[in-house]
Structure formats: C-alpha cells, structure tokens
C-alpha cells in the first residue's frame, strides 16, 4: 500500500508542479518579508514618536490590520478594489500589497516593543555626550533593538510564509493547492496519497523555514 | 496631564479604527449599483478583442475540473469550456482557465475577473440573484451506495438503520427533513465518510450521486442502489448579473450543443473513465438546457 502512495508523487510532472508551487509560495513571501522588515523598522519608530496624533494613526493602521482577517484583506484589494475604482491588479501583485501590510503591521508592533524595552539612559546618554537624535537611533538604539527584535522578527518570517496558502482563494495556486489537486487526483485509486503529499509539503516547508531558524540561532549567539 | 493625553489617544485610535472598518463596509455597499451600470452591451466583442475567453474552473474537483498529473486542466467543465472557445473564437484553446474555489465563484464574475463561471455551479436561488445563470447543462440528485452483498434499493429498508451523510451537505439535510427516523452518522470529510462504510459502522451512505457512481467504481463489493432521489438539482453556467449579450449567446450555445448530443459526446470522454457503465448518461447530462 505505502508504496504506492508515495508513487503518486513521481508520477507525470507532480513532484515539478510541488516545487513550482513552493516557488510561488516564496516569491511571494520573499517580497513581502522584504517589504515589510524596511516598513516595519519605520512603523515602529514612528510608534514610539512624542505625538500623541502619530502614535494613534500608527495604533488604528495596526489595529484595523490585526482585526480584519487577512482573508478579508485579500477579497477586499483583489474582489472590491476591482468592483468599485475597476482596478484591475493581478493576483499575484494582490497577494504581495496584502502580505506586505499585515508584515509592516507587525513587524512595527515588534520594533516599538523592542525599542520601548531599551532602558531610557541609553537614549539619555547618547544626547548627553552629543549625538543628534537621528545619531542615537542610528548607532544606540537600533542595533541594540534589532538584537532583541530578532526571535519574534524570525517567528513572524516562518508565520508569514506558512500562510501564504491563503493566496489560493484569489485564484494563486501555490504549493498546498497542487498538493490537494494531486490528492484529489488519485483519491480514488490511491486512498494513501494524501499522506505522502502532505509528508512532502511538510518536508518543503521544513527545509525552507529551518535554515531561517539556525541562522537566526546562529546570529543570536554571535551578538551575545 | 499625562492621563487626559492617554484618553485622547485611545479615542483617537477608536476612531481611526472605526474609519477604517467604515471604509471597508461601504465598499460593498457601492458595488451593487457599479456592477449593474458597468454590464457593457459589447461583452462580446471585449472577449473577441482580448482573443482570450477567461473561464473560471475548479482545479481540484475531479471529473468535473480539476488539473492532471500534467499540470493541464481536465474534466466535465473543462471540455465545454474549450467547445465554447472555439465557437466564440475559432479556436478551442483561446481559453483562459482562471482556477477558483467554491466560496469564490460569485466573486470572480462581480469583479470581472472572468467571463463566464463553469465550476460545477449548482444553480439555487440564492445564487441567481447574483449571478445569472444560463440553461443547465448537467443535473445532480442523491445517490445511495451499499454494499453489494446487502444491497439498499429503497429508503424503507433504511429504518431503524444507520446511514453515513457528510455534515453540511444536500444529503444531510434531505434526510433531517424527510426522514427523521434514520439515524444518521455524520463526518466531515469525504474520506472519513467513505472509510466509515468499508469498516461497516452504517448500512449505507447518502452523497451527490456522481460522487457515489464514481467511488462504487472504484471500490469493488459496494454498489449504488438508488441512483436518484430528493430534490433534482441544476448545474449551469453563469455569468455576470446583467451580461445579457453573453447570457443569450451561451444559451443559444447550450441549445445548438443539445441538437448535437455534444454533452453526451463530453460524458463519454470525461465522465465515462470515472464513472463506468454503472451510471446512466442520462442520469446526469442535460443537452439543449431541456430536463
């Protein structure tokens, strides 16, 4: 029995259309990531700014991010910006705005936790020996943040391409999807497929997401 | 002081927020009137311009529309998608296959992502008041399948015994309503439901009925006894509310199909390899949109 599951696998071009889904997948999580960490240090410094009406605007954007479900947010720019303005963007392009976001939303939310955590005499001190306030961001603040920013930072990465298989429902079809066509497929003949495609997903994932995990291990260690 | 800047700022963060939500919400309500004022009088001639009929399938619901282990897309749908491209284009594979999930298929006609929809879409009311849909091309009913040693042929042989039903499904509710003496075993997934009759946990399980030929095929020692029961559904296609151009020429298409057989010809070589002879090609194909 089990081997013919795992057959179903190999057969035709299968194993070559997994692997472009997973290219899809991380096209768009790569892009996205990459957006994101650059907005994302801006949002959260933006965050900890002294005025009240930045710090709230920053507070809704991530809030109105966090409480409408990312799904929402991809019918939203993908079905209702088309219907309303009749902007029409490719799904793709949908998917990264969207990823983007949501990443810039929380990825700021992690800086400003970073940054409020750095006890106040850091900041004081870099005024008091001169630096501009750009200059102790710049050389005091950041590299100390970005050193206790990096767990969440890496937790949010490994989130952020796990659920980019939420992309097939504006008609992306990325990994997870050609795994359920291919199960779908051979339900029928091959009751065990399921379970081998999705031990190969699982191995896809882990072979993406774990380097990322040594690596920021690795850092982490370094920096102590 | 410190305190009445934390008030304003949690106001202010409420109202940002709510502005935001609001924004969201008013887009729906927009769309109503946009989507019946933009229906263009030239659908058609839109499609012949792009040279593309964009056609939204299922990739995943085999032998209706699903994608082969060639990365083509294959299935019942699928083969009249092509018919109608090369009727409308001259060429059977000026399509455009925009793959869609269930939950998707009103959405991807409303935001014009797609000329017509072709996904096994089962025509109910709720569905024509946003889509229109045009005459059928295939009707579904329940079937019950049983194994072959104790064969089910009739609902009274079912009293007093336990029938496997997928939650959430036709099947499910027709039997609470009808015959609420049947107790029924309820799962989630097909698979789950399908397992549960080969371990013999009930006498029977009620599905679509295509769904059932199609496994009965597969699964030597179970056999469909009843072939058609309940409420006799309609599959058609559908395209955007208002797009009478396009609505009109794909009925007349369905009606110069039916004088054809074309159906039948699509049955034999789509759903025929599935289904085996177990399943009368009558029981499931409309042609000329006639039941």
Sequence with gaps: ?224 | MKSWKKVFAVIATFVFTLAFAAGCGSDAQTDKVKTSASSSASAIEQIKQRGKLRVAVFSDKPPFGYVDQNGKNQGYDVYFAHRLAKDLLGDENAVEFVLTEAAARIEVLEADKVDITLANFTVTPERKEKVDFAAPYMKVALGVVSPTGEPVTDVSQLKGKKLIVNKGTTAETYFAKNYPDIELLKYDQNTEAFQALKDGRGAALAHDNTLVFAWARENPGFTVGITKLGDLDTIAPAVKKGNTELLNWVNDEVTKLGAENFFHKDFETTLLPAYGDSVKPDDVVVEGGKL
Excluded at chain 1, 195 to 223: D, G, M, N, Q, T
């Design chain 1, 1 to 224: 029995m089990s081997d013919w599951g795992i057959n179903v696998i190999f057969q035709g071009q299968n194993f070559l259309r997994l692997l472009e889904g997973l290219g899809v997948s991380m096209r768009i999580a790569v892009v996205s990531v990459l957006i994101s960490s650059v907005c994302g240090i801006f949002l959260g410094l933006l965050m900890t700014s002294r005025y009240v009406a930045v710090r709230s605007l920053c507070r809704s954007y991530l809030e109105a991010v966090r409480i409408v479900p990312l799904l929402v947010w991809l019918f939203v720019f993908y079905f209702e910006l088309t219907k309303v303005l009749h902007l029409q963007l490719p799904a793709e392009f949908v998917a990264d705005i969207v990823f983007s976001i949501w990443g810039t939303a929380e990825m700021g939310d992690l800086v400003r936790g970073a940054v409020t955590s750095l006890p106040a005499h850091q900041r004081e001190s870099g005024l008091a020996v001169g630096l501009t306030r750009w200059q102790v961001y710049r050389y005091v603040i950041l590299p100390q943040a970005v050193r206790r920013l990096l767990p969440s930072a890496i937790n949010l990465v490994t989130r952020m391409i796990k659920t980019t298989s939420l992309v097939v429902l504006i008609g992306v079809v990325e990994v997870l999807k050609i795994g359920q066509q291919i199960i779908e497929v051979s339900i029928l003949k091959v009751p065990t497929a399921s379970f081998w495609v999705y031990a190969i997903i699982f191995f896809l994932y882990f072979i993406i997401c774990w380097p990322i995990s040594l690596w920021a291990k690795h850092l982490e260690k370094r920096w102590q």
